[in-house]
């Protein structure tokens, strides 16, 4: 199975969110056929040009590499993301972390979530603030630890 791991931050930041994405990837690399390819945003002085880099990135992977499954790392990412792997059909997973996805995002966000494939909520609050504004998506908790 390829994995595309397409992460807000860098890879070993500090903060609770980058160390549950390093989590799901050591488990990840458990699974004997497991491939994994990690694209990290921060990497520019412009958010717009960091933006635009990562676009790129995570088109060509799709493209040239061909994932089986996508992992976005943050709800933030899910617009820039989800148009191409709907395109290509490669299933996303959107883990929920909190307070950022406890309330019903803007449009843009709201509309792309709603389009995920799978979300993985770390709570039990946090999968039932979510289903008050998206009640459609499909929902396994994946605790943070």
């Known amino acids: ?6 992460l ?3 890879y070993q930041a500090a903060s609770g969110i980058a160390q549950y994405n390093r ?26 040009a960091d933006k635009a880099v990562f676009g790129v990135q995570a088109l060509f992977h799709c493209l040239v590499w061909r994932p089986d499954l ?17 395109r290509f059909g ?11 996805v406890w309330d019903k995002p803007g ?10 494939t799978e979300i993985w909520p770390v709570s039990r609050t946090t999968q039932d603030r979510m289903r008050d504004w998206m009640p459609g998506v499909p929902m396994h908790i994946v605790h943070n630890c």
């Open 70 to 86: 996508i992992f976005v790392g943050h709800i933030n990412l899910v617009p820039l993301v989800i148009g191409i792997a709907r």
């Open 107 to 116: 449009p843009s966000r709201l509309r792309a979530t709603e389009l995920v």
């Open 1 to 6: 199975m390829k994995v595309l791991l397409l």
């Open 23 to 48: 989590n799901v990837a050591d488990a990840l690399r458990g699974i004997d056929d497991a491939e994994m390819r990690i694209v990290c945003r921060g990497r520019m002085a412009s958010a717009a």
């Open 90 to 100: 490669i299933p996303v997973v959107l883990p929920a972390h909190g307070i950022e």
């Open 8 to 10: 807000n931050e860098d």
